[in-house]
């Protein structure tokens, strides 16, 4: 059984962590980063994969986090601060329409899929794993779209409301950590004619 307690805890010490660590970083990548290779471990039901039925068929345990970030002709995603990506995913262009990002991109809310399965629209856009549950959060500041935090996860039914209400408060620092490194100016350094696109989730 799940111990919420404890839960909450690493969460705290999470959040502690991470605003400090972000705070001394690099750039706005770096500050990213620090919360994406926290995630992983952090969310989800680490018994989830256990259940039976919760992996599909030959997949693995795993899970992985990013931010999908809005360029500045708003056509694309790229992908930032990845972890447990493929290499060659790394700021690769996603179309801003594609998939479920292209719905948090158009809305403005989050998702949070407790199993893929269940919905037609989704697209693996992700090529480590594919991922049976995830979820999504918009960046926002003062009403404008940034992008959006992706936790993924291999197991059906990985992630439960207490997770999505974590997320939630990691996107809200994500987006202030964002503007604090001067996040926008970051992106106008990238030649993003270089940049490989991913125009399908194939």
Not at 32 to 45: A, E, F, Q
Not at 102 to 108: D, M, S
Request: hydrophobic residues 45%; charged residues 20%.
């Amino acid at each position: 059984m799940r111990d919420y307690n404890a839960f909450k805890d690493n969460v705290l010490a999470a959040l502690e962590r991470v605003a400090g660590d972000a705070a001394i970083a690099a750039d706005a990548e770096a500050a990213l980063w620090c919360i994406t290779r926290t995630l992983p471990s952090l969310l989800g039901n680490p018994d989830a994969a256990r259940r039976p039925g919760a992996l599909p068929e030959g997949a693995a345990a795993a899970s992985a986090a990013t931010v999908f970030l809005v360029t500045p002709d708003r056509q694309y995603h790229i992908i930032a601060a990845p972890v447990n990506f493929q290499p060659e995913q790394y700021h690769e262009r996603v179309p801003l329409t594609l998939g479920h990002p292209g719905h948090v991109a158009a809305t403005r809310r989050g998702a949070m899929l407790a199993d893929t399965s269940h919905h037609q629209s989704f697209v693996k856009i992700l090529q480590t794993f594919r991922a049976a549950s995830a979820m999504q959060v918009p960046l926002l500041w003062n009403g404008d779209y940034l992008g959006v935090l992706i936790c993924a996860n291999a197991a059906r039914g990985a992630y439960e409301e207490i997770d999505y209400r974590a997320c939630e408060t990691f996107a809200r620092l994500a987006a202030a950590l964002w503007m604090a490194h001067d996040g926008p100016k970051w992106l106008t350094t990238i030649d993003y004619d270089r940049l490989p696109v991913r125009s399908t989730g194939a």
